[in-house]
C-alpha cells in the first residue's frame, strides 16, 4: 500500500470537504422533510415540558434528557423544536465524518486510503438512512468516535490534551446515551497491550490515567449537581426503567414460562424442550444479533469486509489493534446486555459496532485496487469502485418504503372545521402530534383497546393504523357496531390507515 508522508495536510482538506458536503445532504433533507419518526415525539415532548416547566419537569418527565434540552436550548435562536433536532443532528453527523476520516487516516496514512475513508463514510448506507430521523444516538456516536480518535492520538504521543479531550468527550455522550461511559473505562486497557513499553511502565500508565478518569468525572459530577441536577439520583430513575426487564429475565414466572414454552414448542413438545428454553430464547437473541448486525453494516461493506478477512488484507499494528478490538467488545457485551435483557434490539444499538468495522473498508478497497494494478487491471478496478460506490449512493439516497402520503391526507380531513370539535384516539404517533388533538402525543399505544373506543362520546373520532391486531378490534362484534368507517386510506382495499366515527349501535 504506497504511503504518502505528506498526507496530512491533504488529508486536513479532505476532512473539511466531507465535512460541507455532510452538511449539505443533511440540510437538503431538512429542506424537504418527511414525517417525524415515532422516537422524535417524545424527545419533542420532553423539550416542551423544558420550555414550558424547567429543566427540572423535563428530567422528572424523563430521567435522561440531554437530548431534548440540547433541543430546547438551540430552539430560542428563534426555529421550532423540530428544526432544532435537525440542527443538532446535522452538526454531530459533521463530528462523525470528520472523526471517521482522522482515525482511518492514523491507521493508514495513504492519501488513496484518505479520499476512498471520505467517499465510504459520505455514502454508507445505513448511516444515511437515518439522516431525516430525530434520535439522540447520533450525538452519542459522533462524540464517542471523536473521543476514539482522541484516545489513538494520545497513545501514539502520550499527551495530555488528547486524553482529556477524551474523557470529556464521553462524558458529554453520556448526556445523551449513559452507555457510553463505558467505553471511559474500557478504552484504558489497552494501554496493557502496548510492547513498546516494559510492563511496570504499563501498569504504571494504566493507573495513572484512570485517576485522571475519576477526576474529570468527579469535577463534571461536581458541576452537574452545582446546576441542582442530582446525577445520582437521575441515574438510579433511568435504571430503574430497565427493572421490570431485569426481574422478568432473571426470575420470570411459572406461568410465564409454561405459556411461553408452549406458544413456541407447541403443548406436547413444551413437556421436553420447555427446561431448555432459556437456552432456545438465547440462542435466537444472539441470531437476532448477529442479523442486525449484517443489517447495519449493509450489504456492500458486509462483502467487502469478508473479502479482506480471506484475503488477509488488514495488518493492524498492535498500536490500533488493541484499542479497537476492546471497542468492539465493549460495545458486543453493552447490546448483548440489552439484548438478552429487554429481549429486543435495533441496528442502532449495534451501530457503533459496524462503524468501527467499516473503518476497515477504505483499507481492504485500496488493497484490492492495488492488486489488480498489479495485475494490470486497472480499468476493472475502475469499474469496481464505480459500481460499489454508486449502489452505495443508490441505497443510500433513494427510498423504496411506503409512501405515507396517507397520514397527511388523514390530517387535512382531521383539520376541517367539521371535526374540530371532535376528540381523538390513535395508534399513530404523528397524527396524535399534528392534529393537536391528542395532549401526551409521545405516549401513544401500538394498540388502540376496545375500552378507549367504549370510552369515547358519540361523534368522536378513531384514527387507527391498521396492522392485524387492530383489523382484528374493528370486527369484534362487541366494537363494529359501535364505529362507522368515514375514511379509509390510501383507498378501501389496500387499507393502510382508517378514520371511524363512534356513533350508537342501531337496534
Not at 494494478?373 to 449512493?393: D, N, P
Request: hydrophobic residues 50%; negative net charge; glycine residues 4%.
Amino acid at each position: 500500500m504506497e504511503v504518502d508522508n505528506n498526507n496530512r495536510f491533504s488529508s486536513l482538506d479532505l476532512r473539511l470537504l466531507a465535512v460541507g458536503i455532510s452538511l449539505l445532504v443533511s440540510f437538503f433533507i431538512i429542506l424537504n422533510p418527511s414525517l417525524p419518526n415515532d422516537d422524535a415525539y417524545t424527545y419533542i415532548r420532553i423539550a416542551e415540558i423544558t420550555l414550558s416547566d424547567g429543566v427540572g419537569a423535563a428530567i422528572q418527565y424523563y430521567p435522561w434528557a440531554g437530548y431534548s434540552l440540547l433541543i430546547a436550548l438551540i430552539s430560542k435562536l428563534g426555529v421550532d423544536l423540530t428544526m432544532s433536532a435537525h440542527l443538532i443532528n446535522a452538526f454531530f453527523f459533521s463530528v462523525l465524518v470528520y472523526s471517521f476520516i482522522s482515525i482511518v487516516n492514523l491507521v493508514s496514512n495513504s492519501r488513496s486510503v484518505t479520499v476512498l475513508a471520505t467517499i465510504c463514510i459520505l455514502l454508507y448506507p445505513p448511516l444515511n438512512e437515518l439522516r431525516g430521523d430525530i434520535i439522540r444516538d447520533i450525538a452519542m456516536w459522533a462524540l464517542t468516535l471523536f473521543a476514539l480518535w482522541q484516545f489513538l492520538l494520545f497513545l501514539q504521543f502520550y499527551r495530555l490534551p488528547n486524553f482529556l479531550c477524551f474523557c470529556l468527550s464521553l462524558i458529554l455522550a453520556s448526556f445523551f446515551r449513559p452507555e457510553a461511559i463505558v467505553y471511559l473505562f474500557s478504552l484504558p486497557f489497552s494501554l496493557l497491550f502496548d510492547n513498546g513499553y516494559p510492563k511496570k511502565i504499563q501498569i504504571k500508565s494504566f493507573l495513572t490515567i484512570n485517576a485522571i478518569t475519576f477526576l474529570c468525572l468527579a469535577l463534571v459530577i461536581l458541576l452537574v449537581q452545582f446546576f441542582g441536577i442530582d446525577i445520582l439520583a437521575v441515574s438510579k430513575e433511568f435504571l430503574a426503567i430497565y427493572e421490570p426487564f431485569v426481574n422478568s429475565t432473571l426470575n420470570p414466572s411459572e406461568a410465564e414460562s409454561s405459556s411461553l414454552s408452549s406458544g413456541i414448542f407447541g403443548e406436547y413438545a413444551s413437556s421436553y424442550s420447555g427446561p431448555y428454553l432459556g437456552v432456545f430464547l438465547t440462542a435466537g437473541l444472539i441470531a437476532i444479533l448477529i442479523m442486525k448486525l449484517i443489517e447495519g453494516v449493509g450489504g456492500p461493506f458486509f462483502f467487502l469486509l469478508i473479502h479482506g478477512a480471506i484475503q488477509r488484507s488488514i495488518k493492524l499494528s498492535s498500536y490500533f489493534s488493541a484499542p479497537l478490538v476492546i471497542f468492539l467488545a465493549t460495545n458486543m457485551v453493552i447490546v448483548l446486555g440489552f439484548i438478552v435483557t429487554t429481549k429486543f434490539v435495533s441496528s442502532r444499538y449495534s451501530m457503533l459496532f459496524c462503524i468501527i468495522l467499516v473503518l476497515l473498508v477504505p483499507i481492504i478497497l485500496d488493497d484490492l485496487i492495488t492488486n489488480l494494478q498489479v495485475m494490470k487491471k486497472k480499468t476493472i478496478g475502475m469499474r469496481v469502485l464505480i459500481l460499489f460506490f454508486g449502489y452505495c449512493a443508490f441505497d443510500s439516497f433513494i427510498s423504496f418504503g411506503s409512501s405515507k402520503e396517507y397520514i397527511t391526507q388523514s390530517l387535512v380531513w382531521l383539520k376541517s372545521d367539521d371535526h374540530s370539535e371532535a376528540e381523538l384516539i390513535t395508534n399513530n404517533h404523528a397524527i396524535a402530534y399534528y392534529s393537536g388533538k391528542v395532549k401526551n402525543y409521545d405516549q401513544v399505544p401500538r394498540f388502540v383497546t376496545e375500552d378507549q373506543i367504549h370510552a369515547l362520546r358519540p361523534s368522536d373520532l378513531i384514527a387507527i393504523e391498521m396492522h392485524y391486531e387492530m383489523s382484528q378490534l374493528v370486527e369484534k362484534e362487541s366494537v363494529k357496531p359501535y364505529i362507522e368507517l368515514q375514511v379509509a386510506l390510501p383507498n378501501i382495499e389496500d387499507m393502510a390507515l382508517a378514520i371511524y366515527k363512534k356513533v350508537e349501535p342501531r337496534n
